[in-house]
């Protein structure tokens, strides 16, 4: 009888460390409600590069994985683009980028050049990013110097996207992303009318997150170099997407256009571009290239905040959406 007591008594005293373990409150995020501008006076600093384990190839193009059974209500998340070139710009890209300790890592394409070649993988990707791939923490998207010759069997290969590899989505917390592919080589078009496009309409319409975000490598719009890529101004927020992410210009630019925001980033390692005209084109709010930097992004049920912070760590826009 005393025995069966003393175990009823321990089973009482479990449960209410339980239960107030259970009770405690977790931590508010803390959202910034406006847009920052800073001067654009930071110069680069030299980084070391950075030197990670080789990643081995997959032994066939990766399908890619499922997606994971749990789903936080928050997610933050780093967005690169224009990188994969090697040297100390791309190193202190990928320094900055890990010490935000991002649940994952978006590439807006231009991953590997000069071609997307197999020989220059581990060189320009595999040494900074090789980790985050072999984790299931990197999502690529395909830019024209991975289409370098005709073929992307090396970013297949090595990069390991998702779906049919060339574009695909995936959700994470309260954001779900679709990656396209722009590139004119892509065999269901880089079009508004084409099969990749009416994928991404579907999709976007049966997506049940607050915040959809669209992801490829030739911006709409831009006053970069490049310029607007304009088989590429598809009726995104039509069809339900809330952002749009682009690379391809080495530069940054925040754009507003159809009720949405569009954001240029391609200062992820690879030679900057000066803006070519003095007047930007209409929509665009900001425009900057005196340093190589990353997007951050962080996200709630609740709040949507994008922030371009550069290799010293400035904050040079941030930009928050609110439900």
């Known amino acids: 009888m005393r025995l069966r007591r003393l175990i009823w008594l321990l089973a009482l005293i479990a449960a209410g460390a339980l239960g107030a373990c259970a009770a405690a409150p977790s931590p508010t995020p803390t959202v910034v409600f406006q847009t920052t501008v800073l001067a654009p006076t930071d110069t680069a600093t030299p980084f070391a590069?950075?030197?990670?384990?080789?990643?081995?190839?997959?032994?066939t193009p990766a399908?890619?994985?499922?997606?994971?059974?749990?789903?936080?209500?928050?997610?933050?998340?780093?967005?690169?683009?224009?990188?994969?070139?090697s040297g100390q710009a791309e190193a202190a890209v990928a320094a900055l980028v890990h010490s935000w300790h991002p649940d994952f890592i978006l590439s807006l394409g231009d991953n590997d050049y000069p071609v997307g070649g197999?020989?220059?993988?581990?060189?320009?990707?595999?040494?900074?990013?090789?980790?985050?791939?072999?984790?299931?923490?990197?999502?690529p998207a395909l830019g024209n110097h991975d289409w370098g010759t005709g073929k992307i069997d090396?970013?297949?290969?090595?990069?390991?996207?998702?779906?049919?590899?060339?574009?695909?989505?995936?959700?994470?917390?309260?954001?779900?992303?679709?990656?396209?592919d722009s590139d004119y080589h892509e065999p269901d078009g880089a079009v508004p009318?084409?099969?990749?496009?009416?994928?991404?309409?579907?999709?976007?319409a049966a997506a049940t997150e607050p915040w959809k975000i669209v992801v490829f490598?030739?911006?709409?719009?831009?006053?970069g170099r490049h310029g607007s890529t304009k088989r590429m101004r598809w009726p995104f927020a039509q069809w339900g997407a809330t952002a749009v992410l682009t690379g391809h210009d080495h530069d940054y630019e925040r754009i507003m256009r159809d009720g949405i925001v569009y954001i240029v980033n391609g200062l992820g390692g690879v030679s900057r571009y000066p803006f070519p005209n003095k007047t930007p084109i209409p929509g665009s709010v900001l425009r900057y290239n005196a340093n190589y930097g990353a997007l951050k992004v962080e996200a709630d049920a609740q709040h949507l905040t994008f922030q371009f912070v550069t290799i010293n760590g400035k904050v040079i826009d941030t930009y928050t959406i609110q439900r």
Not at 49 to 59: E, G
Not at 193 to 204: H, P, R, V
Not at 217 to 223: A, V
Request: proline share 13%; aromatic share 14%.
């Open 154 to 180: 090396a970013y297949l290969r090595y990069l390991r996207p998702l779906g049919n590899g060339r574009y695909y989505q995936f959700a994470r917390g309260p954001v779900h992303i679709f990656v396209l």
């Open 193 to 204: 009318d084409g099969k990749q496009a009416q994928w991404l309409q579907e999709q976007l």
């Open 217 to 223: 490598h030739h911006p709409p719009y831009s006053s």
């Open 49 to 59: 590069p950075a030197s990670a384990t080789p990643l081995p190839p997959s032994p």
């Open 63 to 85: 399908p890619g994985a499922a997606a994971p059974l749990f789903s936080p209500p928050e997610v933050h998340f780093a967005v690169i683009g224009d990188f994969g070139e």
């Open 118 to 139: 197999a020989n220059t993988m581990q060189r320009n990707v595999l040494q900074y990013y090789g980790e985050d791939i072999a984790a299931g923490h990197f999502f």
